[in-house]
């Protein structure tokens, strides 16, 4: 009995240990697939680096490891960057939006991973369906508030765009001389068509753009009070990135507003345009200020990189 226990005993010791083993030798394997994939990729050696990255995916197909997510990541930038070079393989393409999508499934806030998928789709011509993701995530509760936002701010700027296109026609907008000066006078399109549009797109991008503005944190406003020598390198990152999504909507809300302001013009009220134009002066003077913090931040980074350049430069000598 005793002999028997302990050969049970020493069976599953051996199991642990061998499993242990081979977890730590795949550990090692994906570790130097993935350096030399990056390598590879960095060299432009696209196949070679996709066949080592698909290694270590299949080492880690579920991505349940730091190994397994990068590899999932790095194969999707490939495979990309292989259909980048060469525009007729589709093929490739394809299997990028699927790479993508893995990665994606893994962690809904790789925001890198997600602007890259939603515009290959666009450059494959599914135009409606990067449109859908983009919709998907801006009301999706698991993404960041400031990636929802983002992607408000791109669908307010597809709306935007269609309004511009009418109110910005020659037709349209027209140069005329008012106190000795020349400026804009808008009339309505002669199309009641292109005027609806105009109108609707107007409305719906002014819709858009204040979804995203109300994910907006308190931080970004406060931004410009803050120490920025009293940041670390990655602090200042953070706040710049989340500075320029803002800044990006409030410039489209601005935008938005003088769109309304034009259609208020082609009507012939003279105090919307007005009240509009009021609104929009106010947006605009908010992106202004977050632009400037944006400014003074790359400016706080050069700073440091100079001084850093200027130390390593001195220890040479």
Same mark, same amino acid.
């Given at each position: 009995?005793?002999?028997?226990?302990?050969?049970?005993?020493?069976?599953?010791?051996?199991?642990?240990?061998?499993?242990?083993?081979?977890?730590?030798?795949?550990?090692?394997?994906?570790?130097?697939?993935?350096?030399?994939?990056?390598?590879?990729?960095?060299?432009?050696?696209?196949?070679?680096?996709?066949?080592?990255?698909?290694?270590?995916?299949?080492?880690?197909?579920?991505?349940?490891?730091?190994?397994?997510?990068?590899?999932?990541?790095?194969?999707?930038?490939?495979?990309?960057?292989?259909?980048?070079?060469?525009?007729?393989?589709?093929?490739?393409?394809?299997?990028?939006?699927?790479?993508?999508?893995?990665?994606?499934?893994?962690?809904?806030?790789?925001?890198?991973?997600?602007?890259?998928?939603?515009?290959?789709?666009?450059?494959?011509?599914?135009?409606?369906?990067?449109?859908? @993701? $983009?919709? #998907?995530?801006?009301? &999706?509760?698991?993404? /960041?508030?400031?990636?929802?936002? =983002?992607?408000?701010?791109?669908? !307010?700027?597809?709306?935007?765009?269609?309004?511009?296109?009418?109110?910005?026609?020659?037709?349209?907008?027209?140069?005329?001389?008012?106190?000795?000066?020349?400026?804009?006078?808008?009339?309505?399109?002669?199309?009641?068509?292109?005027?609806?549009?105009?109108?609707?797109?107007?409305?719906?991008?002014?819709?858009?753009?204040?979804?995203?503005?109300?994910?907006?944190?308190?931080?970004?406003?406060?931004?410009?009070?803050?120490?920025?020598?009293?940041?670390?390198?990655?602090?200042?990152?953070?706040?710049?990135?989340?500075?320029?999504?803002?800044?990006?909507?409030?410039?489209?809300?601005?935008?938005?507003?003088?769109?309304?302001? @034009? $259609?208020? #013009?082609?009507?012939? &009220?003279?105090?919307? /345009?007005?009240?509009?134009?009021? =609104?929009?002066?106010?947006?605009? !003077?908010?992106?202004?200020?977050?632009?400037?913090?944006?400014?003074?931040?790359?400016?706080?980074?050069?700073?440091?990189?100079?001084?850093?350049?200027?130390?390593?430069?001195?220890?040479?000598?």
């Amino acid at each position: 009995m005793r002999s028997s226990r302990l050969a049970i005993i020493v069976l599953i010791a051996f199991t642990i240990l061998t499993g242990a083993n081979c977890s730590y030798y795949n550990q090692i394997v994906a570790r130097k697939n993935l350096v030399d994939g990056a390598t590879a990729y960095k060299e432009r050696k696209f196949a070679e680096a996709e066949q080592l990255f698909r290694k270590t995916v299949e080492i880690d197909p579920k991505a349940e490891t730091m190994e397994g997510k990068t590899a999932q990541l790095f194969l999707a930038r490939t495979l990309h960057s292989q259909y980048i070079s060469d525009r007729k393989n589709n093929a490739k393409a394809e299997e990028a939006v699927q790479a993508y999508d893995k990665v994606l499934a893994t962690d809904v806030n790789d925001q890198g991973s997600f602007k890259a998928l939603a515009s290959l789709m666009d450059t494959l011509g599914r135009k409606d369906e990067s449109l859908q @993701r $983009i919709n #998907e995530r801006a009301n &999706n509760a698991n993404v /960041k508030p400031e990636y929802r936002a =983002e992607a408000y701010t791109s669908l !307010a700027a597809r709306q935007y765009s269609c309004a511009n296109e009418i109110s910005d026609a020659p037709a349209v907008k027209k140069t005329v001389k008012k106190d000795g000066k020349d400026v804009y006078e808008y009339t309505k399109p002669e199309n009641p068509d292109d005027f609806a549009r105009l109108k609707t797109c107007a409305d719906e991008g002014l819709k858009l753009i204040e979804q995203a503005i109300v994910l907006e944190p308190a931080e970004v406003q406060q931004a410009k009070d803050v120490d920025l020598k009293s940041l670390t390198p990655q602090q200042i990152d953070a706040k710049s990135e989340l500075g320029r999504i803002f800044s990006s909507a409030w410039s489209y809300k601005a935008n938005l507003l003088y769109q309304k302001m @034009r $259609i208020a #013009e082609m009507d012939g &009220n003279t105090a919307e /345009k007005d009240s509009f134009k009021t =609104e929009g002066d106010k947006a605009r !003077a908010v992106f202004t200020g977050l632009n400037e913090v944006e400014k003074n931040m790359t400016a706080e980074k050069d700073a440091r990189k100079k001084i850093e350049d200027e130390k390593k430069a001195s220890n040479k000598k």
